[in-house]
């Protein structure tokens, strides 16, 4: 494959709807015909909105092509480190989609909706067997939400027990960025510890820092390096002795899913992300599902709502079944519909399936990385193992041709690959975060080393070719700092 | 990369300058080779007057479009101002990271405590590992 460069003429940019606009076109066939008789008359408005004024075909035009300009999991291949956007099997949306669920009203009496508690009951109880925990509520919409709900129920734990004085949340530095950002909101003070240069935890600084102000640690394993935290039993030991819990960021779970539980390595919590583990749609921002896990000890604080099961049937337990509950973090069960498809997902691959899901996103990791390896690519960490996601660093590209870690993602997108995640984490300079996933077939990983290697040799030749990248997208190389800082979110209507 | 260290300075392995002005105070910024690594700054945060900082606190924060870092106070003591020009021209940390681009000024608690800190010959080595 040889993208067409510079010369090539890009594909042609879609309009935004605004400039397609006419004054005074209109698409009314399906407009309702009477306005709404129960709005009283002050609060209707006086003048149309400013809407972009379109035919209908336009309007459908418009919008089809912008979806076949979609850079998605479904049209390419995606080793977004650190998101895993794996394949979503579409037996999983089929069930969501059945009418029984969809039709729904989340307000509807429980015994009319056995079937749906059912399943969300299994859910919990299928990712109590997945994390080795005792309790699991499903509430949290995303996963800071999930890390909020571990948080605060870390904090209620101790404020329950009268311990005031744990107001200090310690995460390593190769911890997701999220993490520091949870403590914060949960009004801990962060307290900072280092990796080695072979990307573990630094235990000598844990051991300076743990003491009596330390209400936990939170530890993203494997962590944002690409590597498995290999001192879990010396940490767990030296945080519990300290009388703080253990944070267990399960963003990362793919990687050792049907493999190791968090729950038996001593873990008190843990978030996980249904989206990404558990292979629900995402990428656009949502929608999230970030179930949290507990332990004994964080068992009374779980966020509501739990689904419980008595002699009756299914049931929402709350505030009275869990009064030292952190609270209600949505509104009724989280994002729902990303929860069934989870709870069918899991179905489908079953235990066996489970275990083959941590076994093939490692195997895909580590044999993509031998083989970029082998073509001379440099690992952020070179005496250790992928995970489910590894780090290249381009800093001797950079040094000696200019050519930076964002070029080649650029570039990557010519040649029909969507760019792994970029300067992430900030600790290895110039490092791109790959992530293949499990659900790649061996062609897909050599054809994306054969891109990055074919990048390579143009990085050498001709290096304006990879800094004028992408060539044959709609849209070119944005200015990032322009769209930062200029930011025009409105439109008006021309005079 | 070439990065420029001026010798009047002092400096941290974070990468923060000093500069011990002649009224006593010290003004406090990010190195050229931390602009660098940052790349074009959209942001930034600086700490407001009077507040009372520890060494090592983070009080600043600048944003660039690859990644938003704490800034950590290399000294304790006192701030007497922010640099209220950030907030519409954060590109000055880029384009004069020693001048116009300074991150705040503070009354030091400890005089003594600018020397304690890297000289341009320290932090030149600490450049020099980072960099293999």
Known sequence: MNPTPASAIAAPREPTIFDLSRSGRRAEAQMPQAMAADVPPALRRRRRPLLPEVSELQAVRHYTRLSQLNFSIDTHFYPLGSCTMKYNPRGCNQYAMLPEFLGRHPLAPVVQGQGYLQCMYELQEMLKEVTGMQGVSLTPMAGAQGEFAGVAMIRAYHHARGDLDRTEIIVPEAAHGTNPATATMCGMKVIEIPCNADGDCDIESLRKVVGPRTAGIMLTNPSTLGVFERHIAELRALVHDAGGLLYYDGANLNAILGKVRPGDMGFDVIHMNLHKTFSTPHGGGGPGAGAVGVGARLLPFLPIPVVGCDAKGYRYLDERDLPQSIGRLSGFMGNSGVLLRAYIYMRMVGREGMQRIGEYATLNANYLLARFRHEGFEPAYPTRRATHEFILTMKHSARDLGVTAMDFAKRLLDFGYHAPTTYFPLLVPECLLIEPTETEAKEALDGFVAAMVAIRKESVEDAALLKGAPHTLPVRRLDDVRAAKHLDLTWKPAA | ?132
């Open chain 2, 1 to 132: 990369m070439s990065n420029n260290v001026p010798a009047d300075l002092r400096y941290t392995k974070s990468h923060e300058w000093v500069r011990r002005n002649s009224d006593g105070t010290a003004t406090v910024g990010i190195t050229d080779h931390a602009q660098h690594a940052l790349g074009d700054i959209v942001f930034a945060e600086t700490p407001e007057a009077g507040r009372t900082l520890a060494a090592g606190d983070a009080c600043a924060v600048v944003e660039s479009v690859k990644a938003a870092s704490d800034v950590y106070s290399p000294l304790a003591g006192t701030v007497v101002a922010g640099n209220a020009a950030l907030a519409d021209a954060p590109e000055k940390i880029n384009t004069d990271p020693y001048g116009d681009g300074w991150l705040w000024q503070l009354t030091p608690a400890d005089a003594a405590a600018v020397d304690a800190l890297l000289d341009a010959a320290g932090y030149q080595r600490v450049l020099a590992e980072s960099a293999e």
